[in-house]
């Protein structure tokens, strides 16, 4: 080799030998590091509790999926306005007030519509809405308390000006009930069947107002960039605990009774009040060119905004993020 190719030589190795380093350095930047736990909070709720038994059958690791429970809704709120969790099982209209302040949640599975599990109960010997004017009832901070009552007013021909509402969180009510602390309540189970073991009369529920309360999985919008293998192992675990709660109701109801303080038989019983959406019902409610959840939103949105309960309208679909469950696999 003659003195100028060898010159050549060593300047072509030294550059292949940069080049490999700078590619050397680069690679671990590109590399996605391994995704961290999905945080979902949720309230005492019979809806919620398909996610736990999801966990307690195997199918959410504590690796992918963390599931953190708070004594009420309005906790669970604030800790999404505090960024404590990435998502939460949320109820539709406060999924409209957490957009509203701009904090950019995307619906990603519907998990139940309420029909009858959301309630007004009153004090023994309360016959009707009407026997509560000048009455004080209790009604949860969370926007759904406070859309449940403005509803059953106005099917009662009632106004808010009717009845004294006193703030109180849901796990509060049963005891002030019992103490004659309030007249009623604005509840759910498992609160609601503490109130009627102690004689409380039913004088609301949501079969009056069919498709109005529908709750969901909502995460953060950076989490669906940040998080999409553990979003789809939260949304696997989902369904795969809803396949077993058919094909063994009463073992899963025992487990999920457990955390409820309930009975089998009495979560089964409270678990009639709420359609659980399939696979398929949550895809056409979410995703296609005319999500079905659109139109129950805007008449939720237009009952809002007459009840002042949200400051200006919303572009449903802008909520709605149904491709994580589109690339589900089957």
């Known amino acids: 080799?003659?003195?100028?190719?060898?010159?050549?030589?060593?300047?072509?190795?030294?550059?292949?030998?940069?080049?490999?380093?700078?590619?050397?350095?680069?690679?671990?930047?590109?590399?996605?590091?391994?995704?961290?736990?999905?945080?979902?909070?949720?309230?005492?709720?019979?809806?919620?509790?398909?996610?736990?038994?999801?966990?307690?059958?195997?199918?959410?690791?504590?690796?992918?999926?963390?599931?953190?429970?708070?004594?009420?809704?309005?906790?669970?709120?604030?800790?999404?306005?505090?960024?404590?969790?990435?998502?939460?099982?949320?109820?539709?209209?406060?999924?409209?007030?957490?957009?509203?302040?701009?904090?950019?949640?995307?619906?990603?599975?519907?998990?139940?519509?309420?029909?009858?599990?959301?309630?007004?109960?009153?004090?023994?010997?309360?016959?009707?809405?009407?026997?509560?004017?000048?009455?004080?009832?209790?009604?949860?901070?969370?926007?759904?308390?406070?859309?449940?009552?403005?509803?059953?007013?106005?099917?009662?021909?009632?106004?808010?000006?009717?009845?004294?509402?006193?703030?109180?969180?849901?796990?509060?009510?049963?005891?002030?009930?019992?103490?004659?602390?309030?007249?009623?309540?604005?509840t759910f189970d498992p609160y609601r069947a503490q109130m009627l073991a102690h004689g409380a009369a039913t004088l609301f529920d949501s079969t009056r107002i069919p498709g109005e309360i529908v709750d969901l999985i909502a995460v953060r919008q950076s989490v669906l960039d940040k998080h999409p293998k553990t979003t789809q192992t939260l949304l696997a675990g989902w369904f795969k605990a809803i396949d077993y709660l058919q094909r063994d109701p009463a073992d899963a109801a025992r487990r999920m009774g457990i955390r409820q303080q309930t009975t089998g038989e009495q979560y089964l019983a409270a678990l009639r009040g709420l359609h659980i959406p399939s696979r398929d019902e949550n895809l056409r409610m979410l995703g296609g060119s005319a999500p079905e959840l659109v139109p129950t939103g805007r008449r939720l949105m237009d009952l809002m905004l007459q009840a002042r309960l949200l400051p200006s309208p919303l572009k449903i679909e802008d909520v709605l993020a149904p491709a994580p469950l589109q690339s589900l696999p089957p």
């Open 1 to 186: 080799m003659t003195p100028r190719l060898k010159t050549l030589a060593d300047k072509l190795l030294t550059l292949l030998l940069a080049i490999a380093m700078a590619v050397l350095l680069v690679l671990p930047g590109c590399s996605r590091e391994p995704e961290s736990p999905l945080r979902i909070g949720t309230n005492v709720w019979i809806g919620s509790e398909p996610l736990y038994l999801a966990r307690d059958l195997g199918h959410l690791p504590a690796k992918s999926v963390q599931l953190l429970e708070y004594p009420s809704a309005s906790e669970v709120l604030r800790a999404f306005r505090n960024q404590a969790i990435d998502g939460m099982v949320i109820s539709l209209d406060e999924l409209f007030g957490l957009a509203a302040e701009g904090m950019a949640p995307r619906a990603i599975l519907v998990v139940d519509v309420s029909h009858g599990a959301d309630a007004i109960v009153g004090r023994p010997g309360t016959a009707s809405m009407t026997d509560l004017r000048g009455k004080r009832v209790a009604v949860e901070s969370g926007a759904l308390g406070a859309f449940v009552l403005s509803r059953a007013l106005a099917l009662n021909g009632m106004q808010a000006s009717d009845v004294t509402v006193v703030q109180m969180e849901s796990n509060e009510q049963p005891g002030a009930f019992e103490k004659g602390q309030v007249d009623a309540a604005v």
